[in-house]
């Protein structure tokens, strides 16, 4: 009977223990903004896109960790910046330079884009200076440059 009744509670113990699935999240986001590192104030100005927001930096610098606010921006302000993340130039993709320019060398000040797409973190520095870099990211340096001060 000893033997039956341990069985019959080591087969509940087994059932009791199920596996819990968990969902992998993985976070997408897109964050740019600009830096300048000789200010008297706020040094940073970054904004995220994540879930179709945007949120504003609470943070004086762009290094790790940034900080931004709990609460989104404005639908319109969305609006604004989501173009920035829609024509991401592939340039900065296929290049395995994270670097351009000299960026805040010379106080100028620095773009500061970071991007996870599927888990794949990846962030660069650019030169504010658009003479300084690839012609293939002007364009690109200047439209970000532009939603920032509208922003």
Known sequence: MKKIT?????CCLVAACKKEKR???????FVFGS???LCMDDCATLFKIQDQQ?????????INPLVFSATPMANDRYLLAKPLQDSFPSYLITHTDTTYGCPD?????????EQTINGVHRKWTIDAEVSAIPVEIRAYIEQVKAVILQL
Do not use: K
Not at 6 to 10: C, D, K, N, R, Y
Not at 23 to 29: D, F, T, V
Not at 54 to 62: A, V
């Open 23 to 29: 969902a992998l999240i993985i976070e997408n986001s």
């Open 6 to 10: 341990v069985l019959l509670f080591a």
């Open 35 to 37: 830096y300048h590192s």
């Open 54 to 62: 945007l949120y504003p930096d609470n943070t004086n610098s762009y």
């Open 105 to 113: 060398c010379h106080d100028q000040g620095l773009i500061y884009i």
